[in-house]
């Protein structure tokens, strides 16, 4: 199955009995909203998951502000995920692309409303997430996706990894899927994301632009 689909697609498949529609909003500060407004109105058949409740490990001293549960616990794909040791190891690797999903702002350290320090992991580029996206909220199109990521799928075209990251993990997964819908299969999600990373004193911390 693609790793987006269109709502015409979901309309078909509405009542298939292997098919679980899960409504996971959120809003950042707000707990309570996503609950709210799967109680207001939802697609039928689907199931509410909370962020911070049911899709994140609790949360400790390193792992970032939305751990990745165990897969115990849920099921994850382990291949699509790259931990602090993964991306250490990408400092020292030109094969590894780092990619920061959050705003310009936060990426360069001009400011941070959510995490202790500012700034990003050194030699990542960024690509803002919210820029897969149409003013509707709606995906881009295919060929709008290939040149908003073009330096990443330039990369990837030439045989390099990517690990994508966010604040806590939650904002980078449309930059990851968008790849994955592209035909790049070797794009991982780091799960623990500026969060964690920060939460290691001797890792470095790169401001500015890259």
Not at 4 to 30: N, Q
Not at 56 to 66: K, L, N
Not at 107 to 117: F, H, S, T
Not at 169 to 189: D, E, F, R, T
Request: aromatic residues 8%; negative net charge; contains cysteine.
């Amino acid at each position: 199955m693609e790793p987006i689909v269109s709502k015409r697609w979901l309309l078909a498949r509405l009542y298939e009995p292997d098919l679980v529609i899960v409504d996971c909003r959120f809003e950042l500060g707000r707990p309570e909203a996503g609950r709210a407004a799967y109680d207001a109105a939802h697609i039928p058949g689907a199931v509410f998951l909370d962020l911070e409740q049911d899709l994140s490990a609790p949360v400790t001293t390193h792992g970032g502000r939305h751990p990745l549960p165990a897969p115990d616990v849920l099921a994850v794909r382990p291949q699509l995920l790259a931990g602090v040791e993964d991306v250490r190891r990408a400092l020292r690797d030109p094969g590894v692309l780092l990619v920061d999903s959050r705003a310009a702002d936060r990426y360069a350290g001009l400011q941070e409303p959510l995490d202790i320090k500012a700034g990003h992991i050194p030699g990542a580029i960024n690509r803002f997430w919210k820029q897969v996206l149409d003013d509707s909220g709606s995906w881009k199109s295919n060929g709008e996706l290939r040149e908003q990521l073009a330096p990443v799928i330039a990369a990837l075209d030439e045989g390099r990894e990517a690990i994508v990251y966010c604040g806590s993990g939650v904002s980078a997964c449309p930059n990851v899927l968008a790849l994955h819908q592209l035909g790049y299969p070797q794009v991982k999600l780091y799960a623990g994301s500026w969060s964690d990373w920060i939460s290691y004193p001797e890792n470095p911390i790169a401001t500015g632009e890259e």
